[in-house]
């Protein structure tokens, strides 16, 4: 998009949810909306800005329009430790409502940073899960976009059962309930669909979600349109609003610095990693994490662990490195590692994800379905193992399994706790994981349908993103924010 350098750049406000997963798509939509020639302030604070400092370094150096703002969090006020900033540090519900109550606190500090900047802010966009920043956009006069990290599908699902209340009267967590005006016939359970922080002591917090999802202006997801346009069209009329689809997000940075620079510090030499990839056979490795937040009992970890063995398949595996604190050493050190030599890598703690699905020698992904992970892996071409632990992770298996058709169920069947730090599901066994990877990475028929499925849809993706509708999107989106402000018209 040209924007004449005498006009004022549009300025978008980007406030995330401090948890990984929610923060690494909105900096790549900061990237996206600076390269479109729009400028943007992105709100995080001092230890989150710390943890992402080689994205923000990466930002710099290739001189985009981005500004990194590090507001101070009050924690010590609302009794939490002091850098006790991000989702995945607090412990407990308690502290989780703590943190809440500290980034509402931001709302000040937001306004008189915003009255400072000789560029006024013309758009808020901001995760559901920021719920306060709808009075700083009302303050302020200008509209707010709602951002909450899911596709349309799940987007659909979430907007109908909470606005709708269908849990409401249901004790039985597992009882499945149709979806009333959802396109086709679809059950859910509660226990496995998104929560709307519904424990007691968060009621407010969940009514204001539901309330400033109603008022905001627009919805903005981290999908493209021709993934799911059934679905795109049905949220888009349910919410009465505009839905712009401006994914796959990460793929606005495709090169092997700004991968490897995504989110946390990375546990493990990117080149050690690539020159491991680059051993091996084209599309032969399967790639195993379950994102940022999930954790893995030890004992999941050990049937993981051998049912890889067993299925002779190469595999890059991430633990994270709390998951290890009980006892993986002693698991490897009776001779897994020594087993697996030749066609396994174990990371530790925080893996390069973006670099290593774009590896040729990548062949299939097991993901937890977080939408991040889903997203990526199919712009990488990845058919996908299903292993939902939360949240709407249940209800992505679903697209991913029953609508796209590219992936194979593992066969989760209970969870057992749900918390912002255990998502425990119930252990699945060695042989469940061994026939599940089998059936992706073999080469029958249906193996070989599900991978040219998948190659279609990473077609389908990096198309959207490179001229297509996500590419319109973007600058429709710029072009929405220029025309309430009406300042002069983009060439
Ligand atoms: N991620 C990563 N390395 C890791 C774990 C996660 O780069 O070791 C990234 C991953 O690429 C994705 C995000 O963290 O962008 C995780 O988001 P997702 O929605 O998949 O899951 P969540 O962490 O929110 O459960």
């Not at 030890?298 to 595999?315: D, T, Y």
């Not at 697209?399 to 992936?407: A, E, M, P, R, T």
């Amino acid at each position: 998009m040209n924007i004449r350098d005498d006009t004022p750049k549009p300025h978008f406000v980007l406030v995330p949810f401090m948890a990984q997963g929610h923060t690494i798509p909105m900096i790549d939509m900061a990237h996206l909306l600076a390269k479109h020639g729009a400028m943007v302030s992105f709100i995080t604070t001092p230890a989150n800005a710390k943890r992402i400092e080689s994205t923000i370094d990466r930002a710099r150096e290739l001189n985009l329009p981005i500004h990194f703002v590090a507001l101070k969090l009050r924690c010590a006020e609302v009794g939490l430790p002091d850098g006790c900033e991000n989702v995945d540090k607090v412990l407990g519900k308690e502290q989780v409502k703590r943190l809440i109550d500290a980034y509402s606190m931001l709302h000040e500090p937001l306004v008189s940073y915003l009255h400072e900047q000789r560029n006024p802010p013309s758009c808020i966009i901001s995760d559901l899960c920021q719920p306060w920043t709808g009075d700083v956009a009302r303050e302020l006069g200008i509209p707010r976009l709602m951002f909450n990290g899911f596709c349309a599908f799940s987007s659909l699902c979430r907007y109908i059962i909470h606005q709708e209340k269908i849990f409401e009267n249901i004790s039985d967590d597992n009882k499945l309930i149709a979806l009333p005006g959802f396109p086709h016939y679809l059950e859910v359970s509660k226990a496995k669909s998104p929560g709307n922080f519904n424990s007691p002591g968060f009621e407010q917090f969940s009514s204001k979600i539901l309330d400033e999802e109603r008022r905001a202006d627009g919805a903005v997801t981290n999908s493209f349109y021709e993934l799911e346009p059934l679905y795109h069209e049905a949220y888009q009329k349910k919410i009465g609003k505009k839905v712009w689809s401006l994914g796959p997000m990460f793929l606005c940075s495709t090169d092997m610095n700004t991968m490897a620079a995504r989110g946390d510090k990375s546990s493990v030499d990117g080149k050690h990693c690539l020159q491991w990839l680059d051993c091996m056979k084209p599309g032969s490795v399967l790639y195993v994490s379950f994102g940022s937040m999930a954790r893995t009992v030890l004992s999941q970890i050990e049937e993981i662990a051998l049912g890889l063995e067993a299925s002779r398949k190469p595999f890059l595996w991430v633990i994270k490195s709390d998951d290890t604190a009980f006892g993986i050493e002693k698991l490897l050190d009776e001779g897994f590692e020594e087993r697996i030599r030749d066609r396994g890598l174990i990371v530790q703690g925080w893996a390069p994800q973006a670099m290593i699905l774009s590896h040729p020698s990548l062949g299939g992904f097991m993901t937890h379905c977080g939408w991040n992970s889903t997203i990526e892996g199919i712009s990488c071409g990845m058919p996908m193992i299903t292993w939902p632990h939360c949240a709407e992770q249940f209800l992505n298996e679903k697209l991913i399994v029953d609508v796209l058709k590219v992936g194979v169920p593992v066969g989760v069947q209970n969870i057992i706790a749900r918390t912002m730090q255990a998502h425990e599901v119930s252990i699945v066994k060695r042989d469940k994981i061994e026939q599940a990877v089998l059936q992706l990475m073999g080469e029958d028929t249906d193996a070989e349908k599900r991978r040219m499925r998948a190659r279609e849809l990473k077609k389908q993706a990096r198309e959207s993103i490179d001229g297509g509708s996500s590419y319109n999107n973007v600058r429709d989106i710029i072009g929405y924010v220029m025309a309430k402000e009406m300042r002069p018209k983009v060439q």
